[in-house]
């Protein structure tokens, strides 16, 4: 990683830090996303592999392009396209936008922050309740559920999400055999005002089952 100079910290996400970084030789302006390693695991994380795969074959001007992966035995360096603003910010610059104000919203703030897997599982575990056989009948059955986990209360929705409409709380269901469709999700009162677009359909599609 010499060959990049760390301007600043520009995000913070669920497995890792990204960095705005300048390229010594070239000047190009890069993104650089640190993942962390845990170091009782052997390898890299399952969803670092499932990231670089499916961002070495996208290729298209509205997805970011991965320009590089650099690997040593404590740190995962993902070397992105330096964009100047996000999804938030370009919708908040752009009068007119075609995604509804509260899908919008959604970008503002991870509802469950973890900086690893297991504090992201924590943090869901800790609002939506530990979850058991009874929350979500074969859950015991997971490779990586862990009976030691520690058993959390289900707080209310209206404690986790106090601005979501009454329309959106069917919505948030913790047994994924109990979620609803893409489909239906498109037709879900919670969505029928204003109609949604073709970006808020692509949201929707991206963001529950088929």
């Known amino acids: ?19 705005k970084a300048k390229n010594r030789e070239t000047g190009q302006l890069v993104a650089l996303k640190k993942i962390r390693l845990d170091l009782e695991m052997e390898g890299v994380p ?8 499916l961002l070495k074959e996208l290729k298209h001007p509205n997805i970011v392009r991965l320009l590089d992966v650099v690997h040593n035995e ?17 919708m908040d610059s752009t009068p007119g936008s075609e995604l509804p104000l509260h899908l919008i919203k959604v970008t503002r703030k991870a509802l469950f922050p973890g900086d690893s897997e297991i504090d992201q599982l924590f943090r869901i575990f800790r609002m939506l309740g530990t979850p058991s056989e009874d929350t979500w009948p074969g859950v015991t059955q997971l490779p990586d559920y862990k009976g030691s986990f520690p058993k959390w ?27 609803i469709t893409a489909k239906t999700a498109l037709a879900h009162p919670y969505f029928s005002s204003p109609e949604p677009s073709p970006a808020a359909r692509q949201y929707v599609l991206q963001r529950f089952r088929h």
Request: hydrophobic share 35%; aromatic share 12%; proline share 4%.
């Open 1 to 19: 990683m010499d060959m990049f100079q760390k301007v600043e910290k520009i995000g913070e996400g669920t497995y890792g830090v990204v960095y």
């Open 46 to 53: 399952s969803t670092a592999i499932r990231e670089i795969s």
């Open 74 to 90: 404590r740190k995962l360096y993902l070397v992105f396209e330096f964009l100047s603003q996000d999804l938030k910010k370009y």
């Open 153 to 179: 209360t289900r707080k209310g929705l209206e404690e986790i999400v106090p601005n979501l409409e009454p329309e959106g709380r069917d919505l948030l269901m913790y047994d994924p055999s109990q979620r």
